[in-house]
């Protein structure tokens, strides 16, 4: 039996990985993703949205594609690791990622980029649908993938880009762009997705909880462990989730009803003093 199953869950609330389904809509998360769609639906081009690393970029990604997968005037398709050394891989897996195929097998980077100008053309003008493009880990895109999709974005009607690009990255990205003044003029949405507040980040663990079929009307976090959670992640909710998880696998190992703050301060100390090992080692 799995050990969520002992506590009266259903699936495992606090992987690390982004399931839509855990997509904890806090005041920020939402304030983003409905940034994100207004600027989509009004064809604004481009749109960035900047976090460090455990903000919840990479979930709030998946969350848009979910919605935006549903609408039939919407062609929504992602790139999860664009690391490209060269304009033409960049360009090919753009083909790839939009389902392009070449008329002819021999091509240069001047037929990929019109390729996809056609593409973009029929699928923009001839059939009247948005086309979106999201890139996560946008921070590993190189000068070369960036001019690419600049070039892209020069691409429009006379009221509208024919491609929406949305970039979630690491703030490393950040001096990369703001050199490029012709791409950084170009972005018509900017974003800064900030950690989570001690409030923010109890309801976020109660949310998950509630989504894995926790059903009791007690929580199963006191006040004091959640205050100590929030101390040591600092509201970064990847980082919150990987603690809740641990915790959740303590009390089934020590048969306790509750995870209170003693408990998180050994799985803290346990971590820190792993992690002084390793420094050491």
């Known amino acids: 039996m799995n050990y969520y199953k002992i506590i009266g869950l259903e699936r495992e609330p606090f992987y690390t990985s982004p399931d839509p389904s855990f997509f904890y809509d806090s005041p920020k998360h939402h304030n983003a993703l409905m940034k994100l769609m207004i600027s989509i639906r009004l064809k604004r081009g481009l749109s960035v949205v900047f976090g460090d690393v455990g903000t919840g970029k990479t979930t709030l ?22 690391t490209f050394p060269t304009e033409e891989l960049f360009l090919q897996a753009l083909l ?70 949305v970039l979630l990255s690491q703030l490393e990205l950040l001096p990369k762009i703001q050199a490029m003044n012709n791409f950084w003029d170009r972005i ?7 950690p989570l507040n001690e409030e923010e980040t109890k309801q976020m663990i109660n949310f998950r909880l509630e989504q894995a079929g926790y059903k009791f009307g007690i929580g199963l976090f006191s006040d004091e462990a959640i ?55």
């Open 188 to 194: 018509g949405m900017k974003y800064v997705l900030q």
């Open 227 to 281: 205050a100590e959670i929030y101390k040591y992640t600092k509201g970064y909710p990847r980082k919150i989730a990987a603690l809740c998880h641990e915790a959740l696998k303590e009390l089934v190992m020590e048969s306790k009803l509750f995870v209170e703050a003693d408990l998180i301060k050994h799985l803290i100390e346990e971590e820190m003093s792993l992690k002084g090992e390793m420094v050491r080692g």
């Open 61 to 82: 990604s998946r969350k848009l594609f979910q919605m935006m997968k549903e609408r039939q005037d919407i062609l929504i398709n992602m790139i999860l690791d664009p």
């Open 96 to 165: 790839r990622t939009f389902k392009i195929e070449l008329s002819t097998q021999k091509t240069s980077i001047l037929d990929y980029k019109a390729a996809i100008k056609n593409f973009l053309f029929q699928k923009c003008v001839e059939e009247n649908k948005v086309v979106v493009l999201l890139i996560d880990e946008a921070q590993k895109l190189n000068e070369v993938a960036l001019e690419s999709l600049r070039i892209l974005l020069n691409y429009e009607t006379n009221d509208c880009k024919m491609l929406q690009l």
